[in-house]
């Protein structure tokens, strides 16, 4: 695998996945729409080294954001590569062992697992080449990105932020933004349900005041990676990270705490959070949902001392409205840890689907081997229970089917499996603390649609054909978009209407037959873009509060709530697009930097979804 980042960047550039920009770029907003512009080519556009920053350290963007990247990342051809052999490897650690000969083929696997437990190294590091103490801590002195018009300040990224459990010495590498604050002092955003918050916990309630955190950036790439994955409490991702490399993560002592880090990456900020500190205002941030996560108390992390290597490249990354290199991480993690749902949590699914408009948590398709009645109700429940997954909002669960589940026109087919209301299952529980949707702060509606294929004894509404007149007498549409083959009708509707109403008003005005879905969007939304809608579908309807069952028809509404649609009290935030001056300016010197043709700033699609007149791209 990879010694240090550089050597990754010259993969990357060997295999003309690289774009080197030479003119010297701001990392205030410039950096951010450049990358946005990119990444979201097909396939994930290129990585980018920017070479000449004002701060004088490179600074890499969308390194693992395409297949094909995240790929390399792992060190595979193709991340199914790295499928089978995780595959291979749960087979072997959980297959029955009958006899003592089966016992004893598992040593190998035992001789080649111990290669993968970190270690510690004596000394210091490449990664302590170089140590800034005292006055010579200024953050400022790093290319730490200002990534989004209203974001609250500069944020860290792609932070792997250390913590300990104090209970059993496991340590934590989560990835948790960090918000700069002053030259020695950032903000910790990790969430009630996140582990590094558990461990702040266990010190303040021990009445410990001084909590060591230690933040690595850089090196190989796989330990980026493994600090985003969903592992479980108390397994240490270094280890994951050395079964990727094939080999032991190297360890040094922090100079500063006892936290070990990866003695080969480019930066590590030293530090500790004061458990006794009032929590601090963090935020905005324009976040990997697509809007802006708003202000909240996080806590405020003092910095000790800076190191670095002497050819240190700083990472970092952008998120926001999908497509972004977060969704390619995800889609990687979606097919590496698929084996482990199946064999620990839920050996019904054969197949998982987490499209990338759904932003990680908020959709979720799995397609499952059915043998009896009500399966399908209790895979959703026993999912909304497990892990990362409690977070989802909507879920479709399917069976039978022989393609794969991203493959639309292969999911198509299990729509007249589905009957309303019999087949809609409603719940309630935890949601992301980034779901601006939920009634409450982490906290709201759950729904999944069983649209298995039905057993013998199960109901199943016979399936007519999908018939609606023109719009009449509901003055509030403005208009409609019917897909028969799926049996939705789309309708952009004004935002001071019931939804319910106009629901009841259509279906009976329209003599509507033959619809199981009605999908409400507000007006300035381009309904025939059905990535768009379903991205907004997600992020904008609570699956309890914005849904309603209206004539055997599931009726969503999808439209901005702020103003207080359907009784919404909370601050309602913004999606996330570049300002005027920004997108100006690297137009103006797209040639300057030669990345190629010239690309449209994606912001000018998505600035007609900004509802405050004020933050909107002229």
């Given amino acids: 695998m990879y010694k240090t980042l550089r050597e990754y960047i010259s993969k990357l550039d060997a295999n003309g996945e690289l774009l080197r920009v030479t003119e010297q770029v701001n990392t205030h907003l410039e950096i951010a729409e450049i990358t946005d512009r990119l990444s979201k080519q097909p396939n994930g556009g290129k990585a980018i080294l920017f070479e ?52 004893l083929k598992m040593l190998p696997l035992l001789t080649e697992a111990s290669k993968w437990f970190p270690r510690r190294k004596k000394g210091r590091g490449a990664s302590q080449q170089i140590v800034w103490q005292g006055e010579e801590i200024k953050l400022s002195r790093l290319p730490i990105l200002f990534c ?18 104090l209970e059993t010495g496991c340590r934590n590498v989560g990835m948790y933004r960090m918000q700069i604050f002053s030259d020695n002092t950032t903000g910790l955003h990790w969430h009630k349900h996140k582990t590094g918050e558990r461990h702040y916990q266990e010190y303040k309630k021990r009445g410990i005041k001084r909590m060591p955190v230690s933040i690595a950036l850089g090196g190989d790439p796989a330990y980026t990676y493994s600090s985003t994955a969903p592992l479980p409490d108390n397994l240490d991702e270094y280890l994951l990270a050395g079964f990727i490399r094939g080999k032991a993560v190297e360890l040094v002592k922090c100079l500063t705490n006892d936290i070990e880090v990866p003695a080969d990456c480019d930066f590590v900020i030293e530090g500790y959070v004061d458990v006794d500190e009032e929590k601090v205002v963090e935020g905005a941030f324009g976040d990997h949902t697509g809007f802006y996560s708003l202000k909240d108390k996080y806590p405020l992390f003092h910095v000790t001392c ?25 889609q990687a993690t979606e097919k590496i840890f698929l084996s482990p749902i199946k064999a620990i949590i839920q050996p019904d699914i054969n197949d998982m689907w987490l499209p990338m408009e759904g932003v990680a948590h908020n959709m979720a398709f799995l397609n499952i081997n059915k043998s009896y009645i009500g399966q399908g109700t209790k895979v959703a429940n026993s999912m909304w229970g497990a892990g990362q997954m409690m977070f989802n909002k909507f879920s479709v669960i399917t069976s039978s089917l022989s393609g794969k589940l991203s493959n639309l026109e292969e999911l198509k087919k299990v729509v007249n499996n589905i009957s309303i209301p019999e087949d809609v299952i409603f719940s309630k529980g935890p949601l992301d603390v980034l779901d601006h949707t939920a009634p409450v702060l982490g906290y709201g509606g759950k729904m999944a649609l069983d649209a298995t294929e039905k057993l013998e004894g199960e109901y199943i509404r016979e399936n007519v054909p999908m018939v609606y007149r023109a719009v009449t007498g509901c003055d509030e549409i403005e208009d409609i978009v019917a897909l028969e083959d799926w049996s939705v009708i789309i309708l952009k509707v004004a935002r001071d209407v019931d939804f319910k109403v106009l629901a009841k008003c259509f279906i009976e005005t329209n003599k509507v037959k033959g619809v199981k879905f009605i999908l409400m969007f507000d007006k300035n939304v381009p309904i025939a873009d059905y990535s768009t809608l379903m991205w907004l579908l997600g992020n904008n309807c609570d699956a309890v509060r914005d849904t309603a069952v209206v004539y055997n028809t599931l009726v969503f509404d999808a439209r901005a709530k702020f103003g207080g649609i359907n009784g919404f009290s909370r601050e309602w935030p913004n999606v996330v697009t570049m300002n005027k001056e920004t997108i100006e300016l690297v137009d103006k010197r797209w040639k300057d930097y030669n990345i190629g ?3 449209e700033s994606p912001s000018k699609k998505h600035q007609q979804l900004v509802w405050n007149d004020a933050e909107k791209v002229d």
């Fill in 597 to 599: 043709d010239f690309i």
């Fill in 306 to 330: 800076i190191t670095h290597r002497k050819d240190a490249v700083y990472p970092a990354t952008i998120v926001g409205i999908p497509p972004q290199e977060d969704a390619y991480i995800a």
């Fill in 148 to 165: 989004a018009p209203h974001d609250g300040g500069r944020f860290i990224t792609l932070p792997m932020v250390h913590t300990l459990d």
């Fill in 52 to 103: 000449n920053t004002p701060e004088g350290f490179p600074v890499l963007m969308n390194m693992m954001g395409s297949p094909r990247r995240i790929a390399m990342a792992l060190g595979v051809d193709k991340v199914e590569d790295f499928t089978t052999k995780i595959d291979a490897l749960f087979d072997k650690a959980t297959s029955p062992k009958k006899s003592f000969y089966d016992k």
